[in-house]
C-alpha cells in the first residue's frame, strides 16, 4: 500500500514563505514524476508544479518566480517553497505521484488526502 502524506501547511501571511513536504511510503521500486495540485474553494483541482525523476520542473505560470519544487529521491520526498504567497493562493494543496511498487509492472498515479494553505493579507 503506498502512502502519500503531506505536511507543512498552515497560516502564513502574504508576503511570507513556506515549505510544504510530500513524503511516500510503502514498498516503493521507482518513483517518476511527483508534483503538487492546488484546489481553492469553488474552484477547479488545478496544476500547481511537477518535477521529474531527472529533475526537470514545470510550473503553472501565475506560481513561475514565487514557487519552487525539489525533491529527495533518497527519501521519496517531494518540497514545494512558496515565497512570496498571495491571498488567492490560499488553497487545499495535494500531493501526486506515479508510483512503481515492488513487483508492478507498470507505474500507478497515486494522490495525499491535502494540506490546507491559508494566506492572509
Known amino acids: 500500500q503506498v502512502q502519500l502524506l503531506e505536511s507543512g501547511g498552515g497560516l502564513v501571511q502574504a508576503g511570507g514563505s513556506l515549505t510544504l513536504s510530500c513524503a511516500a511510503s510503502?514498498?516503493?521500486?521507482?518513483?517518476?514524476?511527483m508534483g503538487w495540485y492546488r484546489q481553492a474553494p469553488g474552484s477547479q483541482r488545478e496544476l500547481v508544479a511537477t518535477?521529474?525523476?531527472?529533475?526537470?520542473?514545470d510550473y503553472a505560470d501565475s506560481m513561475k518566480g514565487r514557487f519552487t519544487i525539489s525533491r529527495d529521491n533518497a527519501k521519496n520526498t517531494v518540497y514545494l517553497r512558496m515565497n512570496n504567497p498571495k491571498p488567492e493562493d490560499t488553497a487545499v494543496y495535494y500531493c501526486?505521484?506515479?508510483?512503481?511498487?515492488?513487483?508492478?509492472?507498470?507505474?500507478?498515479?497515486?494522490w495525499g488526502k491535502g494540506t490546507l494553505v491559508t494566506v492572509s493579507p
Open positions: 501526486n505521484a506515479d508510483i512503481r511498487v515492488l513487483f508492478a509492472h507498470s507505474f500507478m498515479n497515486y
Open positions: 518535477i521529474t525523476s531527472g529533475g526537470s520542473t
Open positions: 510503502g514498498i516503493i521500486y521507482s518513483i517518476n514524476t
